[in-house]
Structure formats: C-alpha cells, structure tokens
C-alpha cells in the first residue's frame, strides 16, 4: 500500500521561502512520477510540478520552485522561493505510473499540506 505524507506547509510572507516534504512509503520509487499539485478555495486542482528523474513545471512556478528527491527515492521535496499570494493553498503531492499534469491521472494522494503567502 503506497502512503505519502506532506509536511512543511505555514505561513510566510511575501517573497518569502518554504520548502514542502512528501515521504513515500510503498512501491517502487523508479516506476512512478511523483508531483505537487495545488488547490486554492474555490477553485480546481493545479499542476505544479513533477519529477521521476527529471524536473518538470508549470509555467506560473518556473525559475521560482525546485521539486527534486532524496537518493533513495523515499523523500520528494519543493522548495519554493519568491513566493506569491496567489501561491496560497493546499499543496498534495501524488503519484501515477506515467507523467501527466492532470490530476486525474494520479492514483495516490496525501492529505495536503496548507501554504498561506501574506502580501
């Protein structure tokens, strides 16, 4: 049973940092792509980024947010800088069994974490 859990979401302001964990438990790391998407109050699931060995963004996040992995596969990070208010909401990281940057493509989910960017 692949689990993944979030952490490092808060509060920050402005042009400030964070950097988001998503450890995964289950599964075999190299089969998978694994992403963060995001979701702000009232509005649909977002694509923010994926990674098997490769990075990849979405252009609102680009030059400003690194997603990357721990050697043995079992940690994803995105470290995010320069943020912006409209980078507030919950950040889910997911995995699917090919890369896609529709949600709907992915099977497993965490339960989010919440990330607030005061202006």
């Known amino acids: 049973q692949v689990q993944l859990v979030e952490s490092g979401g808060g509060l920050v302001q402005a042009g400030g940092s964070l950097r988001l964990s998503c450890t995964i438990s289950?599964?075999?790391?190299?089969?998978?792509?694994t992403a963060w998407f995001r979701q702000a109050q009232g509005k649909e699931r977002e694509f923010v980024a994926f990674?098997?060995?490769?990075?990849y963004y979405a252009e609102s996040v680009k030059g400003r947010f690194t997603i990357s992995r721990d050697a043995a596969g079992n940690t994803v990070y995105l470290q995010m800088n320069s943020l912006k208010p409209e980078d507030t909401g919950v950040y889910y990281c997911?995995?699917?069994?090919?890369?896609?940057?529709?949600?709907?493509?992915?099977?497993?989910w965490g339960q989010g974490t919440q990330v607030t960017v005061s202006s």
């Open positions: 289950g599964g075999t790391f190299s089969s998978y792509f």
């Open positions: 997911a995995r699917a069994p090919f890369q896609s940057i529709a949600h709907t493509a992915y099977t497993y």
């Open positions: 990674i098997r060995w490769e990075p």
